[in-house]
């Protein structure tokens, strides 16, 4: 299998992501963590909430790898989104691709965090020190 998708509310491993998608015939591996920065628009962000309309994320996630692994063939890819509460410096999303070259890791990774961006459902909640505000998890 080519593909690892994972919707977790406990703390996802990057490095586990990047170990399964390495394999000898992969000379190119790319890593993409996404973390809870503290700040957004000029203000202060204390957490965040992650929420997830679960069998369609899963199910969008999937759609993406598998585009991944068809646009570049022998490629494997790892999705794994958190949800729940996160704090600052959290990771929140790793895409892990692993192919032949660089420059195809590097395309296909950029791909599936673009599409998810896009595609997926799943709203971020910033919680602010005056407040909190619902927003699109990647906008």
């Known amino acids: 299998m080519a593909i690892d998708i994972q919707l977790l509310s406990t703390p996802l491993d990057a490095a586990a992501c990047q170990q399964w998608v390495a394999a000898p015939d992969k000379g190119g591996l790319v890593l993409f ?3 809870v920065r503290n700040h957004t628009q ?6 965040l ?3 997830a309309y679960e ?3 899963i199910k ?8 991944v692994t068809e646009r570049w063939p022998g490629s494997k890819v ?3 989104h958190r949800v729940g509460e996160l704090a600052i410096g959290d ?22 965090i673009d599409t998810l961006k896009e595609t997926v459902p799943i709203w971020k909640k910033e919680i602010f020190a ?3 505000v619902w927003v699109a998890a990647h906008p």
């Open 42 to 47: 000029g203000k202060e962000v204390l957490r």
């Open 55 to 57: 069998p369609m994320a």
């Open 60 to 67: 969008e996630m999937h759609k993406i790898a598998t585009t």
């Open 78 to 80: 790892a999705i794994h």
């Open 33 to 35: 963590v996404g973390t």
């Open 91 to 112: 990771i929140a999303v790793v895409i892990a691709v692993g192919t032949a070259h660089r420059a195809a890791a590097f395309a296909a990774c950029q791909y599936a």
């Open 130 to 132: 005056d407040g909190e």
């Open 49 to 51: 909430d992650f929420e």
